[in-house]
C-alpha cells in the first residue's frame, strides 16, 4: 500500500514557476513508478509526465515538454514536479500517482493516487 500526498499548488500569473511536490509513504517507494496527472475543470483526467523507479527514464505529453520537469528523490520517498513558463492552458487539479508495473504502465494505469493539488493559472 502506498499513500500520496501532494503540496505546492496555488495561484500564479501566466509565464510564473510552480513546483509541486508529493510525498510517498512506504518502504517500497523506490520500486515504483511515478507519475503526474492533472484535471482541467470539465474535462477529463490526463497523463502529465512520468518517471522510471530509478530516475532513468522521464515521459512527458507533449503539451508540457520543454517546460516541465519531473524528479524523483528515493531516499526522501518524494517526486516532484516543476512547471515553468506556464499558461492558463495548465489549469486543473495535479495527481500523484504510483504504478508497480513500470513506466509504461503508470501512465494509463497507476495503481495509487493522491488526493490532488489545485493549479490555477492567470492570463
Known amino acids: 500500500q502506498v499513500q500520496l500526498i501532494e503540496s505546492g499548488g496555488g495561484l500564479v500569473q501566466a509565464g510564473d514557476s510552480l513546483r509541486l511536490s508529493c510525498a510517498a509513504s512506504?518502504?517500497?517507494?523506490?520500486?515504483?513508478?511515478m507519475a503526474w496527472f492533472r484535471q482541467a475543470p470539465g474535462k477529463g483526467r490526463e497523463y502529465v509526465a512520468a518517471?522510471?523507479?530509478?530516475?532513468?527514464?522521464?515521459s512527458y505529453t507533449d503539451s508540457v515538454k520543454g517546460r516541465f520537469t519531473i524528479s524523483r528523490d528515493n531516499a526522501k520517498n518524494t517526486v516532484s514536479l516543476q512547471m515553468s513558463s506556464l499558461k492558463p492552458e495548465d489549469t486543473g487539479v495535479y495527481y500523484c500517482?504510483?504504478?508497480?508495473?513500470?513506466?509504461?504502465?503508470?501512465?494509463?494505469?497507476?495503481?495509487?493516487w493522491g488526493q490532488g493539488t489545485q493549479v490555477t493559472v492567470s492570463s
Open positions: 518517471i522510471s523507479w530509478n530516475s532513468g527514464v522521464t
Open positions: 512506504g518502504r517500497t517507494f523506490s520500486s515504483y513508478a
Open positions: 500517482a504510483a504504478g508497480a508495473r513500470g513506466i509504461a504502465v503508470v501512465r494509463t494505469t497507476p495503481d495509487y
